[in-house]
């Protein structure tokens, strides 16, 4: 059932751009800059809206990508958004996918990364799942 309920998720997504609960059009979504994409994720995920700040997270990530020379905020944004990506896969019990994005998030962190909060808390996750899969 779980699986069928993603799937649905996923034609919304193709069809109308956005999550269902998303208010915002996928036009004004794409006029924000990272930073405000990033706070509107985190809006929709405190309200409740996993789902839909999953997909605003991933559009964090899209619009980190195409950055030539990113702030130290919007780097931070992204950290964030992997971080939270993981977060919400893990708790799904998708390991799978978290540990994808764990790793995206500790090879992009460079040498300094283990003082990070967002690695910090990766790690916990990362240590979670190895227990799981035992």
Not at 16 to 36: H, R, S, V, Y
Not at 46 to 71: A, C, D, R
Request: aromatic fraction near 12%; include cysteine.
């Amino acid at each position: 059932m779980r699986k069928k309920q993603l799937l649905t998720l996923g034609v919304l997504i193709i069809l109308f751009g956005c999550g269902p609960n998303i208010k915002e059009t996928k036009e004004e979504i794409e006029k924000m800059d990272i930073l405000q994409t990033y706070r509107l994720a985190i809006k929709y995920y405190s309200e409740g809206f996993i789902n839909e700040s999953e997909i605003l997270f991933n559009e964090v990530l899209k619009k980190y990508s195409t950055l030539e020379n990113p702030t130290k905020e919007e780097k931070n944004a992204y950290l964030w958004a992997l971080y939270e990506i993981s977060f919400i896969e893990y708790s799904r019990e998708n390991y799978d996918n978290s540990i994808r994005y764990l790793e995206k998030l500790f090879s992009e962190t460079g040498e300094f990364g283990n003082r990070l909060p967002q690695v910090i808390l990766a790690k916990k996750i990362q240590s979670k799942i190895k227990e799981k899969k035992r």
